[in-house]
């Protein structure tokens, strides 16, 4: 855990000046500036697009009853698109409208979903599985008088400690 934060905290903006520093010294430091804002202001117009649809189709599969696993995934990869873009620097922006596209999006959260299917698999011995419930089975071995018509069970009990 240590490692990703250093790599993230650390790391990351040390490259992102450096190439900075390099965009800067060939196009110029108030160009390099403006290449920043102008692509922190159109990603985040293409974030919230994308967002926006992202949402539509959730609150669609919900609608229909369907679980959204898709749209979820979509949408954790606008939010972080979104979050680099924001930030300032030139790796960060590339690698956010990558996040945009959504074929590369596709692609990447499918290999994620992949690697974490194995994780979990491969820590557990069998994949959880309820139980199924008979509502019309009394614990005694046998069905409810009233199983044909409803799936409440009447009755009383006494609790005796």
């Known amino acids: 855990m240590f490692r990703i934060l250093f790599v993230f905290f650390i790391i990351v903006p040390m490259i992102?000046?450096?190439?900075?520093?390099?965009?800067?010294?060939?196009?110029?430091?108030?160009?390099?500036?403006?290449?920043?804002?102008?692509?922190a202001y159109f990603g985040a117009k293409l974030v919230k697009q994308?967002?926006?649809t992202t949402y539509a189709n959730l609150q669609q599969k919900l609608a229909q009853g369907q679980m959204p696993s898709d749209e979820l995934r979509d949408g954790l990869c606008v939010l972080?698109?979104?979050?680099?873009?924001?930030?300032?620097?030139?790796?960060t922006d590339a690698l956010g409208f990558l996040l945009l596209v959504p074929a590369f999006r596709e692609g990447m959260s499918k290999q994620l979903s992949k690697h974490f299917n194995v994780q979990y698999m491969s820590n557990t011995q069998q994949p959880y599985s309820a139980p199924e419930v008979d509502p019309f089975d009394t614990?005694?071995?046998?069905?409810?008088?009233?199983?044909?018509?409803?799936?409440?069970?009447?009755?009383e009990y006494e609790r005796k400690e």
């Open 80 to 91: 972080v698109s979104g979050i680099l873009l924001l930030t300032p620097g030139i790796m």
């Open 16 to 39: 992102e000046i450096a190439i900075l520093l390099q965009v800067g010294s060939i196009i110029g430091g108030w160009m390099t500036l403006g290449l920043v804002i102008l692509t």
């Open 139 to 155: 614990g005694f071995g046998q069905k409810s008088q009233n199983s044909h018509r409803s799936s409440v069970i009447e009755g």
């Open 50 to 52: 994308q967002g926006l």
